[in-house]
Nanobody, 120 residues
Framework: QVQLVESGGGLVQAGGSLRLSCVDS????????MAWYRQAPGEQRELVAR???????NYAESVKGRFTISRDNDKNTVYLQMNSLKPEDTAVYYC??????????????WGKGVLVTVSS
């Protein structure tokens, strides 16, 4: 079974940095894209960054230039390096992977989430 376990959340001041990590239990990790989502209070969950199985990244406009997603297939781990953090980045961050066809016919797997709080 796929299990995603995140770590690295916490409290930082504006302008600071954090690195999130997500470990995937699946032996097929290297064949799948991985992503980070976040959900702020009262808001919908939104895509922050995605990385293909080949390592090609994609970012939300709000974090482009500040966040970097990467993966280490030998460790079954995806990372999100967050620099120049803003109070607007405060949210619960979730690790995600999608298996099968694109859209609802496939299956989304989620970590339990980690809280990132950015103070001003």
């Amino acid at each position: 079974q796929v299990q995603l376990v995140e770590s690295g959340g916490g409290l930082v001041q504006a302008g600071g940095s954090l690195r999130l990590s997500c470990v995937d239990s699946s032996l097929a990790f290297r064949f799948n894209a991985m992503a980070w989502y976040r959900q702020a209070p009262g808001e919908q969950r939104e895509l922050v960054a995605r990385i293909s199985r080949g390592g090609s990244p994609n970012y939300a406009e709000s974090v482009k230039g500040r966040f970097t997603i990467s993966r280490d297939n030998d460790k079954n781990t995806v990372y999100l390096q967050m620099n120049s953090l803003k109070p607007e980045d405060t949210a619960v961050y979730y690790c995600n992977t999608h298996r099968g066809p694109a859209g609802p016919s496939g299956t989304d797997y989620w970590g339990k989430g980690v809280l990132v709080t950015v103070s001003s």
